[in-house]
């Protein structure tokens, strides 16, 4: 494809999306559902082709810059994580095995913390990218999703990041539990009560969540309510137990634009000064970054 230098990869456990770069311009784009959790270990090279085939120049090597669960141990090749505190990108990346001449693509490791035990793929390639945009900032980045991360920065380090099942827990709830009879829809209001709720009593949780259904069965609870009331207990639940993280700081949060923007009324209304930003962007910025850690002659398509 004329132009292309590059493709960023970000890849995930339920979805592929890559990005056909010239320097930092975007001119192609492509998703799919194959993430982590559908494939083998021998199956990453064809879903990636399946979206990139037709961008690639014949005759020349194109690197692809992937980052997520792409490198856990279940994925294309593992990534050793790297021991905090650290800078969110470093080391050396890792080389998934290709048989396509025309692709070398290098992986991301991820980030681990011994006490308490957590760790992180493809969210330290975001942080990197929001450092990128932002240089020297200090602070608390919040990365809401399936498994929601409230990370410390400090001097261009990742100093400390805590993890929360929250949107597993959601979606397990909603969708597998009891409570999957009583809820759908969404409604803001149904979230306000449920966010004071977990925020307030968070050790009353599943209590409350078991209210959910009762009151559907005792009291005609709308289903919408019901629903937004659940990721309103989730999620203020998480906040109370994230307070050392958010507590004095200012918090930039990288996520889906919805879902962000539950996170950033709940914190403005703790009095937490908010930044939200565009997730696409972020990562972009991110794997750029990493692919600065290769070698000058290997950052673009080559003879």
């Not at 456990?13 to 559902?33: N, P």
């Not at 650290?86 to 890792?94: E, F, H, K, W």
């Amino acid at each position: 494809m004329s132009g292309l230098d590059w493709i960023a990869a970000d890849w995930g456990t339920s979805h592929l999306r890559v990005w056909g770069l010239a320097g930092d311009k975007i001119i192609r784009d492509a998703a799919s559902d194959q993430g982590m959790a559908q494939l083998a270990r021998t199956d990453y090279e064809a879903a990636l082709l399946a979206l990139v085939s037709d961008w690639l120049p014949e005759g020349r090597i194109t690197q692809v810059l992937a980052s997520g669960m792409v490198g856990s141990r279940q994925g294309w090749v593992e990534a050793p994580y790297r021991t905090l505190p650290c800078p969110p990108l470093g080391g050396a990346l890792a080389l998934a095995p290709v048989r396509d001449l025309r692709l070398s693509v290098h992986v991301v490791p991820g980030l681990k913390q011994h006490k308490p035990a957590d760790v992180m793929r493809g969210e330290e390639t975001q942080v990197a990218g929001y450092l990128a945009l932002h240089p020297n900032w200090d602070g608390v980045i919040c990365l809401p999703g399936t498994h929601s991360k409230w990370v410390h920065v400090s001097a261009g380090e990742v100093v400390s990041f805590q993890t929360f099942l929250t949107g597993e827990i959601f979606a397990l709830l909603s969708e597998h539990s009891v409570l999957r009879h009583s809820v759908s829809g969404w409604n803001d209001a149904g979230f306000a009560d449920g966010l004071a709720q977990g925020m307030e009593r968070p050790e009353r949780l599943l209590a409350r969540l078991f209210a959910i259904r009762a009151e559907g069965l005792l009291d005609g609870l709308d289903p919408a309510t019901a629903r937004a009331r659940l990721s309103g207990l989730l999620i203020g639940a998480e906040l109370a137990a994230a307070k050392p993280y958010w507590l004095g700081q200012r918090v930039a949060i990288l996520g889906a634009a919805e879902l962000a923007k539950y996170y950033a009324t709940a914190l403005e209304g703790l009095s937490v000064p908010t930044t939200l930003h565009d997730l696409t962007e972020i990562s972009l910025a991110g794997l750029a970054a990493a692919r600065t850690l290769l070698p000058e002659g290997q950052r673009r398509c080559v003879n």
